[in-house]
């Protein structure tokens, strides 16, 4: 398959070592791609819930591919989020085209993209941390019972649903969180004069423009490799949000590797629910 030459690819929330992770979808996606510069925003692996007994060899080539694009000439900056946090010990770490760090601020054809997660706007995380990695924990088992109900509405020709996208959209204290978001995250960057702000997070793939009388910004969000397997890439100067999903090349799903997927992770799931 012929690579794409992409300049810049922003990935985010991943969450390596849970079951709600398409590592695999993932893998494909980063095997069609040839980037000069891969950042990872944050929440790649997800130290939070890791877990010995459940990090699957497809969680483990998607951490190969990566490294592989690094000693092939990609430079991948791997910025940490909330569920990564501890390697945040290791921030402004350099192995050969391999960096680590907390942000990055970026030149792109003469404009400055500003970088980061976007923990640092959330409170749960800073002030009631047990009751976010509690609630990580119920997202990730909703994301697995979720997929078990798209499986079978995929077999029955039918369109999948999004238990937590719903959820989302019905409580208005929670579209208001991301709305708050958005809007913080943009007047930093007017504040600062940075013509792009991108961060990840809260899981909603977004590219908008924010203006007032300090001027125009274009905040972006790459979502995430949970539910909406999306991504950002910047070539020839514009951005595009890529979707796994409109992507013919990769979009089709084999059902019966999906069962056996799925038969494997609600194993591991019974087994956790015994301990």
């Keep these: 398959m012929k690579k794409r030459a992409v300049e810049l690819v922003v990935i985010s929330d991943v969450h390596l070592g849970t079951y709600g992770c398409h590592a695999k979808e993932l893998h494909r996606y980063l095997s069609t791609i040839k980037p000069k510069t891969l950042v990872l925003n944050g929440d790649i692996v997800d130290i939070w819930q890791f877990r010995k007994s459940y990090f699957p060899k497809s969680h483990l080539k998607v951490v190969k591919k990566i490294l592989d694009l690094a000693t092939k000439g990609t430079k991948v900056y791997y910025l940490t989020g909330n569920h990564d946090e501890m390697l945040r010990k290791f921030s402004e770490a350099h192995f050969g085209n391999f960096s680590i760090a907390d942000k990055l601020l970026l030149d792109l054809d003469g404009k400055k993209a500003w970088i980061f997660h976007g923990d640092v706007f959330d409170a749960s995380v800073h002030h009631a941390k047990w009751i976010a990695k509690l609630g990580g924990i119920g997202y990730d088992y909703l994301i697995l019972m979720n997929r078990l109900v798209n499986w079978c509405l995929a077999r029955m020709g039918r369109d999948p649903y999004s238990f937590s996208k719903k959820i989302k959209a019905s409580v208005k204290k929670a579209v208001r969180f991301i709305s708050d978001f958005e809007q913080t995250a943009a007047d930093i960057a007017l504040e600062k004069g940075y ?7 809260i899981h909603e793939p977004n590219i908008v423009r924010k203006s007032d009388k300090r001027g125009e910004t274009m905040y972006l969000n790459s979502g995430d490799w949970i539910e909406n397997l999306t991504a950002l890439e910047y070539n020839r100067k514009r951005w595009k949000l890529y979707q796994y999903s409109d992507d013919p090349l990769l979009k089709e799903v084999d059902y019966f590797e999906l069962e ?14 015994k301990n």
């Design 195 to 201: 013509d792009y702000v991108i961060c990840g997070h």
């Design 260 to 273: 056996d997927q799925l038969g494997r992770e609600l194993a591991q799931y019974s087994i956790f629910l």
